[in-house]
C-alpha cells in the first residue's frame, strides 16, 4: 500500500510542472506575474499629445512574428486572422464584428527576464524583436477576443499576444 501511494505521488509530482509548463506557454503571464510601472513611467509610456493612451485608435495585424513552444492555433487559423482590423477606444474595443461596449484596460510593465522566466527561457524579447529592457503590457480584462492582452512596441505598432501566437498589428 506504502508503494502505491509513494508511486502516485511521484506521477503527481513529475506531471505537475508539465501543466504549469503548457498552461504558461500558451497565455499572457498573469497578472501577479507581471511587474507594475511608478506612475509617472506608465503614463510616459502609452500617452499621446492629447492624454490619450497612445494604442488608442485603428490597427492592421499584418503578421505573425513568431509563436510560442506551445500554441492553440493552426495554421489556416492564423492566415485567417492577418489583415484583420482592431479598434482600441476609450468606451469600446472591436475586433472582426464583435464590440465590447466599455472595455476595461489594465496597464503594467513587462521586463524582459519576467518574459522569458515566464516562457521558461523558450521565448524572449528578441524573439519578439524587441531589444529594451521592458515594455509596456495591456489587458482588457472583461474581453476573451483576440487582442485582448497585447504589447505597446512604439506609437505605431503593437505586438498582440493571442494563443500561444505573437502578431504585429500596425497603426492605420
Known sequence: ???????????????LPACSFANSATQPPEQGEVQT??????????????????YYGEWQIVSCICTAPVSALSNEEIEQILQT????AEDSYIWNGNTLSSPEYTQSVQTAEDFASSYRERLTFADLGLDGDEIAAISIDNSDLLGN????????SLIICYEGVFFEALRK
Not at 500500500?1 to 506531471?15: D, E, G, H, S
Not at 482590423?85 to 482600441?88: D, G, K, P, R, T
Not at 492582452?149 to 505605431?156: G, I, L, M, P, S
Open 149 to 156: 492582452f497585447f504589447y505597446v512596441k512604439d506609437v505605431d
Open 85 to 88: 482590423s482592431l479598434v482600441y
Open 37 to 54: 510601472a511608478d506612475t509617472d513611467k506608465e503614463q510616459s509610456t502609452t500617452l499621446d499629445e492629447a492624454g490619450s493612451p497612445s
Open 1 to 15: 500500500m506504502k508503494k502505491w501511494i509513494c508511486m502516485c505521488a511521484l506521477c503527481f509530482l513529475l506531471c
